[in-house]
């Protein structure tokens, strides 16, 4: 069966320090991943979807970033964090690329990223 | 992309029946219509999803309307583990999903 892997669950880091949060996925393969954040109080926004190695789309432009590196490997990174940054950062990934379109999301539990 | 609305709130009493309404009048012929559910600190969860057909699953049933133009998730006995925020969710031309602020279900005992 399919699991998803994040870590860590929660982080405290102070302003203008780096970020880098991971994803893995295991027992699939050519997943499409996700990075979706949650501010307190509001819906869950996309930040940034790949739909195989190296390739990336940003939905949002923000001093974020995403790389992946390996097929079930999704990084999300920041070089310097703004308060604005906190949240909660969810990764997930749905089906291999033919029937990505409508097959459901797998979300991973998330991490909760203070900033101070 | 097409946009949902959902009653920021219901709430139901345990082991009746929930009916949670979603109007997403913009969506295009070929979306699906998406159910997840998210309880308090964890990620969302997969409920259900359809094209037009009403669907039902082990968790719960959703009944598409025939203009598409709205949907009904029903929890056919709802226990106090069914209490989430509910997000109706259309996918986008990435295949990503678009969530709004979804409903808060709160159950009673």
């Known amino acids: 069966s399919q699991t998803i892997h994040q870590w860590p669950a929660t982080l405290v880091q102070p302003v203008g320090s780096p970020l880098s949060l991971e994803c893995t996925v295991e027992?699939?393969?050519?997943?499409?991943l996700y990075w979706y954040r949650q501010a307190a109080g509001r819906g869950l926004q996309l930040l940034f979807y790949?739909?195989?190695?190296?390739?990336i789309s940003s939905e949002v432009p923000q001093n974020l970033s995403a790389s992946r590196p390996q097929d079930r490997q999704f990084i999300l990174s920041s070089k310097k964090l703004l308060l604005s940054d906190s949240g909660f950062y969810l990764c997930?990934?749905?089906?291999?690329?033919?029937?990505?379109?409508?097959?459901?999301?797998?979300f991973g539990n998330g991490t909760r990223l203070t900033v101070t | 992309d097409a946009k949902t609305t959902q009653p920021n709130s219901m709430e139901s009493n345990e082991e009746e029946p929930v009916h949670l309404p979603c109007n997403h009048s913009?969506?295009?012929?070929?979306?699906?219509i998406h159910w997840y559910r998210q309880l308090p600190s964890q990620g969302p969860e997969y409920v259900i999803h359809?094209?037009?057909s009403n669907v039902n699953n082990r968790m719960a049933s959703l009944a598409i309307a025939e203009d598409r133009k709205s949907s009904t998730l029903i929890l056919h006995r709802a226990t106090l583990r069914d209490a989430a925020v509910y997000y109706c969710?259309?996918?986008?031309?990435?295949?990503?999903?678009?969530f709004g602020k979804g409903t808060k279900l709160s159950v009673k005992p």
């Open positions: 027992g699939t393969s050519n997943p499409n």
């Open positions: 969710t259309p996918r986008g031309s990435q295949g990503n999903l678009i």
């Open positions: 913009t969506i295009s012929g070929t979306d699906y």
């Open positions: 997930a990934w749905s089906g291999v690329r033919k029937s990505s379109y409508n097959s459901p999301l797998h």
């Open positions: 359809g094209l037009t």
């Open positions: 790949s739909v195989g190695i190296g390739q």
